[in-house]
């Protein structure tokens, strides 16, 4: 089994920064795209950024400039640096990550944290 356990999220104000961290943990062989995802209340979740194993990244257009993801392989663990936060980047940020246990590569998320942004 494998679990994603993230941190970093909280309280900020409108300009302000935050950098969550995800780090994944149980069998783990190999950890392909991992990314970062969220859902404000009545929307479908929708993806922040990603990054391949390669460091290939991709943003969505909202948060390009503003946010960086990067990963340390070693520590099976992705970040994602804040920057310039708005209001409307309130809401709760979910960590997913594709594992490879030896069965294939299956999907994960993380339970999740919360982003606060105060005007």
């Known amino acids: 089994q494998v679990q994603l356990v993230e941190s970093g999220g909280g309280l900020v104000q409108a300009g302000g920064s935050l950098r969550l961290s995800c780090a994944a943990s149980g069998n783990i062989f190999s950890i392909s795209t991992m990314g970062w995802y969220r859902r404000a209340p009545g929307k479908q979740r929708e993806l922040v950024a990603e990054i391949t194993g390669r460091g290939t990244t991709n943003y969505d257009d909202s948060v390009k400039g503003r946010f960086t993801i990067s990963r340390d392989n070693a520590k099976n663990t992705v970040f994602l640096q804040m920057n310039s936060l708005k209001p409307e980047d309130t809401t709760v940020y979910y960590c997913?990550?594709?594992?490879?246990?030896?069965?294939?590569?299956?999907?994960?998320w993380g339970q999740g944290t919360q982003v606060t942004v105060s005007s």
């Open positions: 997913n990550a594709w594992v490879e246990s030896g069965r294939g590569y299956n999907n994960y």
